[in-house]
């Protein structure tokens, strides 16, 4: 258990820019669900694009499990826990704007 927790936060070079990578594309995902909560409007969002998202970021996490368990792993699940809000209020207010007109 020791060597896991170890490995996992050795920093990696191609860690270091993957990180990189998550932190720039995981900044805009709060202020896009705390924009969505606040104003309930969801029109112009795809929820293609949100589950294509998601099934990427699910991908690089069966990646990080299998081939190299590091701290990027947990910008993964964070992305992905972030994105996945978006899009069940994307599903909750959608479903509220078509219930209005």
Known sequence: MLDFLIQSFQIKSMSFFEAGML??????WPFAVVKTFRTKAVKGKSRLFLS????????????????SV???????????????SDFVLCIKYRNIEGSAK
Do not use: P, Q, R, T
Not at 23 to 28: D, E, H, L, N, R
């Open 70 to 84: 590091d701290f990027v792993l947990w910008l993964y699940v964070i992305n992905l826990l972030l994105v996945s």
């Open 23 to 28: 932190i720039c594309f995981g900044a805009s």
């Open 52 to 67: 294509l998202i998601i099934i990427g970021y699910i991908f690089g996490i069966i990646n990080k499990i299998i081939n």
